[in-house]
């Protein structure tokens, strides 16, 4: 496996995870007043099409990363939806 190889793998893995700690932030303060919603509806529809992708291609990778995206901007939604009023 190259450098590059390596590296998109690690950094795919670390930005799997990386609205965890914004998750956490809205679900803890009971508050998302300040996050843009139309961002993250964009960002989940983007996933759908990414996770449509990946199973057409049969590319595990793809489907894991961006399934594992499509949830934690679902999280994200619920959370804007229960807690930006």
């Keep these: 496996m190259t450098l590059l190889a390596t590296l998109a793998t690690i950094f795919g893995i670390v930005n799997g995870f990386a ?3 914004q ?8 508050s ?3 996050l843009s919603i139309i961002t993250y509806i964009i960002l989940t529809i983007g996933s ?4 449509l992708y990946g199973i057409e291609i049969m590319n595990i990778p793809i489907l894991t990363m961006n ?7 679902i999280a994200i939604l619920i ?7």
Excluded: H, M, Q
């Design 67 to 73: 399934g594992l995206a499509l949830l934690e901007f």
């Design 32 to 34: 998302a007043k300040d």
């Design 19 to 21: 609205n965890l700690p």
């Design 48 to 51: 759908i099409v990414w996770v």
């Design 79 to 85: 959370g804007c939806y229960l807690y930006s009023r």
């Design 23 to 30: 998750i956490y932030k809205i679900y803890k303060t009971k």
